[in-house]
């Protein structure tokens, strides 16, 4: 099991981001347009296969003043989950 911030069971996503097969810097950068369409408060899921997204995307979200919920390892990708701040 790894360290990184396990997100919470049932958890509901307002909008869905496909980021498969992207590479640095592009899930980051298609994660901060897609997070500019929501309202404050919503979550939007980022499926993604870049493992710096693991970084990237927790570290983004503290100085962008949004709230990381956390990640699920999926069969060959991983979910992260964004509430808007």
């Known amino acids: 099991m790894s360290d990184y911030k396990k997100a919470p069971e049932g958890i509901q996503e307002n909008a869905y981001l496909d980021a498969k097969g992207l590479s640095c810097p592009m899930p980051l950068l298609r994660t901060k347009k897609e997070i500019g369409k929501l309202n ?15 970084n ?29 701040g």
């Open 56 to 84: 990237d995307i927790p570290g983004w979200c503290e100085r962008a003043g949004h709230e990381y919920l956390g990640e699920k390892e999926e069969s060959g990708y991983i979910s992260f989950y964004i509430k808007k």
């Open 40 to 54: 404050s408060g919503e979550i939007l899921k980022v499926d993604g296969t870049d493992p710096g997204s693991r």
